[in-house]
């Protein structure tokens, strides 16, 4: 799918990102204020992660039933999320979002089960 099989989430440190939720479907986006070609991969608790092809960077996320769902299972990232307050389209630089930090540790740890899910068990 793409190169390594692994993702990486390095580069989004220097970015500044747009968030958008949209109350109507319960969805949130996370992305570069620019358009980035990508693979799609699934994660567990509706986590959806754009991945650039050659790199294994994300590059964009899409959650579904973002407050109902995903933040009703992460206390601690619901309280740092009510500090973002996209309106309902922001832009926010990376260091300035703590929520940003703690949800990347997440979805890391989700890629990692996710990986794990992947590779062969030995017998």
């Not at 993702?7 to 970015?15: A, K, M, V």
């Not at 650039?52 to 990232?77: C, M, N």
């Not at 309280?79 to 703690?102: C, D, H, Y």
């Not at 949800?103 to 030995?122: G, T």
């Amino acid at each position: 799918m793409f190169k390594g099989q692994a993702i990486t989430f390095g580069r989004l440190h220097t970015w500044t990102l747009v968030f958008y939720y949209n109350k109507a479907t319960d969805s949130l986006n996370i992305k570069a204020p620019w358009t980035q070609e990508g693979a799609w991969v699934e994660l567990p608790d509706a986590v959806r992660v754009k991945v650039d092809p050659q790199t294994g960077e994300a590059v964009e996320f899409q959650i579904e039933s973002f407050r109902k769902g995903f933040l009703a299972h992460r206390p601690d990232l619901a309280a740092l999320w009510g500090q973002v307050k996209p309106s309902p389209i922001a832009l926010r630089r990376m260091e300035n979002t703590p929520f940003i930090a703690a949800f990347l540790s997440h979805v890391a740890q989700l890629a990692y089960q996710r990986d794990q899910q992947l590779v062969p068990s030995k017998l």
